[in-house]
């Protein structure tokens, strides 16, 4: 694929990214980086921690790189080590809380991902815990966090929000910790795997003398690589997490090849290992490529590459351009379930025009308005 054409702070992000390369004084002189530009890519992918550590030995023999510059990286690394610490100490809270009612629960992301994939909290960014529970203990769940002092910031205006929606977001109104509770990881996808299959299958973490569980190494790859697809890779942190997860050599092949053929998620993988080795030049096992087809030249995957190098600054059109070929990605059947969860009415059309319970099928009616005045309001972003 060709990358001649990229900017120069977004292949030198690139660069600092990499655990295989060590950024010296002449590769620097030589990048030619605007680093008001790089600072703000470098923020917007959420990936400042593991670029501060990359350059700080540099800067502190050498004036090549601004002052300015590094101290705002610095700044950057500091806030958000004490950031994970609030998250890991209030994740400890909740998850007690949790078995002490008797409800499973498996953290997604965060500190778990953290220590995980980078052996240290404060080498990965999160603003917000990310919790999965079984639907059938989701107004359980939903009692735990509103009696731990968390206020709902979402709506529950219709009795669809169970199926409309995969989460709610929870925050807390003296630390304001946020939290998303979900009761599926994938909101496109109609045969997904139950909470239990995902229990069964977890791993368990200790951090701070506490027991945490998290996904399986090969849901987890799933989870990690529809959720950055679905989300444009608008964070490069996300990519980031699947190139460790793969880097790791803990994938068990034959239980992702039957999740894969199971759950026709095979798209979405092969898209973030293409991404990974185009941006992060790390090379497919020969394991990963005998049960995914990698093709090595990929039209739409240059657009792909294009839309996370600019989207920083993206508009609504880029936005929409993605939607699209989100969809495209899709199976017959995750795009008949997408169709049809796009014309039915949500909260968000209940609350721009509030009718009472027995006016609720004009919501049906109204949704192709609402649809066509959100996707004006985005293409003028």
């Known amino acids: 694929m060709n990358t001649k054409d990229h900017s120069n702070e977004f292949k030198f992000m690139l660069l600092c990214l990499r655990d295989d390369i060590e950024v010296d004084e002449d590769t620097i002189s030589q990048s030619g980086v605007n680093w008001s530009v790089f600072l703000d890519m470098v923020i917007h992918h959420r990936v400042y921690s593991i670029v501060f550590l990359k350059l700080k030995n540099i800067?502190?023999?050498?004036?090549i790189i601004p002052q300015e510059v590094i101290n705002k990286l610095q700044q950057l690394f500091t806030k958000n080590a004490y950031k994970m610490l609030q998250l890991t100490r209030e994740m400890g809270v909740i998850c007690k809380r949790f078995e002490e009612n008797d409800v499973p629960l498996i953290v997604l992301?965060?500190?778990?991902?953290?220590?995980t994939l980078y052996g240290d909290i404060s080498r990965r960014t999160s603003k917000d815990l990310d919790l999965f529970v079984d639907v059938e203990d989701i107004n359980k769940s939903m009692d735990i966090l509103l009696e731990t002092g968390y206020k709902m910031k979402d709506e529950k205006l219709l009795n669809n929000?169970?199926?409309?929606?995969?989460?709610?977001?929870?925050?807390?109104?003296v630390h304001h910790v946020q939290i998303e509770l979900h009761w599926r990881l994938n909101p496109n996808l109609r045969a997904a795997p139950t909470f239990m299959d995902f229990w069964n299958r977890r791993n368990e973490i200790s951090v701070s003398n506490q027991t945490y569980y998290y996904l399986g190494n090969e849901d987890l790859l799933l989870y990690l690589s529809e959720h950055g697809s679905r989300h444009g890779w608008s964070r490069l942190r996300w990519l980031m997490d699947i190139d460790r997860l793969l880097g790791n050599n803990s994938i068990n092949f034959e239980r992702l090849q039957r999740s894969l053929k199971q759950y026709k998620v095979t798209h979405y993988v092969k898209q973030a290992i293409l991404l990974s080795h185009y941006l992060l030049s790390s090379e497919p096992s020969t394991e990963i490529s005998k049960i995914i087809p990698l093709m090595k030249s990929n039209k739409h995957l240059e657009r792909v590459i294009e839309r996370i190098e600019k989207n920083y600054y993206s508009t609504g059109n880029m936005n929409i351009q993605h939607d699209w070929y989100f969809f495209l990605l899709m199976s017959f059947?995750?795009?008949l379930h997408y169709v049809r969860?796009?014309?039915t009415p949500s909260s968000k059309d209940a609350s721009m025009l509030p009718l009472s319970k027995r006016y609720h099928f004009i919501y049906f009616l109204l949704r192709p308005f609402f649809l066509i005045l959100r996707l004006l309001k985005r293409g003028s972003a």
């Not at 992301?109 to 220590?115: E, I, R």
């Not at 929000?161 to 109104?173: A, D, G, Q």
């Open 161 to 173: 929000w169970l199926i409309r929606t995969h989460h709610l977001s929870f925050v807390h109104p």
């Open 333 to 335: 059947s995750q795009k």
């Open 341 to 343: 969860m796009l014309f």
């Open 109 to 115: 992301k965060g500190p778990v991902l953290a220590v």
């Open 59 to 63: 800067c502190s023999n050498s004036a």
